[in-house]
Each structure stands twice: as structure tokens, then as C-alpha cells.
């Protein structure tokens, strides 16, 4: 092999001396320290500011933890949230986790808001879900940013699933006569109070689950649901009417409003009136939609629902088809 002549001074010995000491292979390491002064336009001093630039984004970058880890931490600083907020967390985040292959062990600061779309769509099927999944994701990612594991929160960028609301039909007078039948058969009437309060209050399910009989009051005739207890965190007030009244002066007091296992007791009270397919929420929806034909009172309606404004009363919650005698409903 032919050997080429060069001569070179004293400070470019020193110059190879210094490239050998910092191990690795000579050729490789000049190249970096040619990159690095290309970067700097040539200057030294730029060249240095470039490096350690770089070096502290590379040590933000391999600050970060699993997206389970993330997660893990996520759960951590809702503890004193609600147990269904709790629980619901949970299950959309493990179910990111089982649908989508490799997320657990992937490093937050690498997910991109690209893969947090694919994520969503991957792991969940309706608009609904989506939507509230990407809510989920971006809880999990604004903890690892007030942790630091990540600069920024991809979801942000992400798209919110459009959901196209459509009108529920109310349940009709026989389809109501049929549930509290129903109530008062089943148990010895141990669901009933519940049944009466969804029917002619507009409570949800899971706010007259956590009820005690010390926030009802027969006397002012009114029922008062807790912040901790309501599905947006908001206290309110929610009237007794007659019917309503009727049915509670005959069990105020006895028991719970809900026994224990109650959404087991629900689907059973369900289907010995006989309803094989049941559409959430529709007890709410007939209270508003009787409410509004009888009251006609949208601001009254809103405050007893619990929602922020009329909107979605407007148009979801509130039908004018199937409806039987309105007075007689509230008599």
C-alpha cells in the first residue's frame, strides 16, 4: 500500500493527540468535531455553543419515563377525585395500553400527535369514546409535562372526534306505569325511591347511587346533590314535585335510597318491566321534556338538570313526541 507524505506541525500533532484521547475511533470523532464546526459556521466559540446546546436537549430527551410509568403518576395525582372518575381513567388508559401494541413501554417524549390520533382511533370504535379517550390521553400527558418527562402535550394537536347528537325519545305513559310497577315489586320496593327520583327529578343514575336520606327534605321539598356527587362537580338543589313527594313520604328514611350493588338491582328492575333494550339517560330526558311542556321555564329546566347552559336541552334532551297527559305526569 502506497504511503503518503504529509507534513504537519506541532499543533496538529497535538491537535490528533486530543482526538485519540477522547477513545473511539480517531477518524469518527474528527468528523464529529467537523460537523460541529460546520454548525458553528466555523467559529470555535460557536461550535462549543452548538454542542452544548445539543447536550442539553439530549439530556431533556432522556429525562422521560414509559407511557405506563406516565400513567401510573397520572392515577397518582387523582386520588382524590371521585371513584368513577378514578375507575373510568382506568379503563380507558389500560385499554390504550392492550389495543395498542408497544404504547406501555413507549417514552412519552417521543409520542408524537400523530401517533396520539392513531392511538385513539386503534383503541377505541365510536365518536363517543373518542372523544372521551382523547380526554383521558391528555390527562396522562399533562402530568408528564408538570413532571417534566416531556416539554409539551401532543394531544393538544390532536382533533376532537365530532359526536352528532341525536334526540332520545322519551319513554311513553305505558312504558312508565310498566317501570314503577316494576319498582314496586321488586325487592319490596327497595329501588323505588331511586326510580322515583331518575323519573320525576331528572337524576342521573350514579348521583342518586351516592344519595343519603339526609340530603332529601321532605319539609322544603327538595333534594340536595353534593359537588363531590354530581357528574360536573357542581352543587345544586333539585325539586320535589307531588308525585314525587308521594312516593318518597312512603319510604323516607327506610333503608338506603339505593341498595347495595345497584346498577345490578337496576338491570334486573329492567327487565322485570319488562324493557329488553334500554337507552342511557332516558329517564332524564322524559323528566326534562315533561318538565319543559309543563313549566316552560328553560332556565328552571337547566338549573334542575345541572347543566351550564340550554343548549344541549335544546338539542338533545327534550322531546315533545310520545309525551301523554302532561298535568297528569305531575299530579
Keep these: 500500500m502506497e504511503t503518503i507524505q504529509v507534513k504537519i506541525t506541532e499543533k496538529e500533532v497535538a491537535a490528533l493527540a486530543l482526538l485519540k484521547s477522547c477513545g ?33 436537549v439530549l439530556r431533556r430527551l432522556e429525562r422521560t419515563v414509559s407511557f405506563e410509568k406516565a400513567v401510573t403518576a397520572a392515577l397518582e395525582a387523582r386520588r382524590e377525585r371521585r371513584a368513577r372518575t378514578q375507575s373510568d381513567f382506568r379503563y380507558f388508559t389500560r385499554r390504550f395500553m392492550k389495543r395498542c401494541e408497544g ?30 379517550a382523547r380526554l383521558v390521553l391528555s390527562g396522562v400527558f399533562s402530568t408528564a409535562v408538570r413532571r417534566g418527562w416531556c416539554s409539551e402535550n401532543p394531544v393538544l394537536q ?49 348521583e342518586v347511587a351516592r344519595l343519603s336520606w339526609e340530603q332529601v327534605d ?39 335510597i339505593c341498595p347495595t350493588q345497584w346498577l345490578r338491582h ?33 332556565n328552571e329546566l337547566q338549573y334542575e338538570t345541572g347543566h351550564r347552559d340550554s343548549t344541549l336541552l335544546r338539542t338533545r334532551y327534550v322531546s315533545m313526541s310520545r309525551l301523554g297527559d302532561v298535568a297528569a305526569f305531575w299530579a
Excluded at 325519545?169 to 316494576?182: D, F, H, K, Q, T
Excluded at 362537580?233 to 338506603?256: D, K, N, Q, T, Y
Excluded at 319488562?274 to 315533561?290: C, E, I, K, N, Q
Aim: net charge positive; glycine share 8%; aromatic share 6%.
Design 218 to 256: 321532605l319539609k322544603n321539598r327538595c333534594i340536595s346533590i353534593l359537588p363531590q356527587h354530581s357528574k360536573t362537580g357542581g352543587a345544586r338543589l333539585v325539586s320535589i314535585h307531588a308525585p314525587l313527594l308521594r312516593l318518597l313520604e312512603g319510604c323516607a328514611g327506610v333503608g338506603r
Design 158 to 206: 390532536v382533533e376532537v372526534p365530532r359526536v352528532v347528537e341525536r334526540r332520545i325519545e322519551v319513554l311513553s305513559p305505558r312504558e312508565i306505569e310498566c317501570l314503577l310497577g316494576a319498582a314496586r315489586q321488586y325487592g319490596d320496593g327497595c329501588c323505588l325511591a331511586a326510580v322515583g327520583m331518575m323519573l320525576y327529578a331528572g337524576i342521573r343514575p350514579h
Design 24 to 56: 473511539g475511533d480517531v477518524l469518527e470523532v474528527a468528523q464529529v468535531a467537523c460537523d460541529a464546526m460546520r454548525a458553528g459556521r466555523g467559529r470555535a466559540q460557536r461550535a462549543r455553543r452548538c454542542i452544548e446546546s445539543g447536550a442539553e
Design 103 to 132: 404504547l406501555a413501554s413507549r417514552r412519552v417524549r417521543a409520542i408524537t400527535p400523530q401517533e396520539c390520533t392513531a392511538y385513539i382511533e386503534t383503541a377505541f370504535d365510536t365518536p363517543r369514546q373518542r372523544q372521551k
Design 266 to 298: 337496576w338491570r334486573e328492575l329492567r327487565r322485570l318491566g319488562g324493557f329488553s333494550h334500554w337507552v342511557p339517560d332516558v329517564l332524564r330526558h322524559t323528566f326534562a321534556s315533561y318538565h319543559l311542556r309543563f313549566f316552560r321555564n328553560y
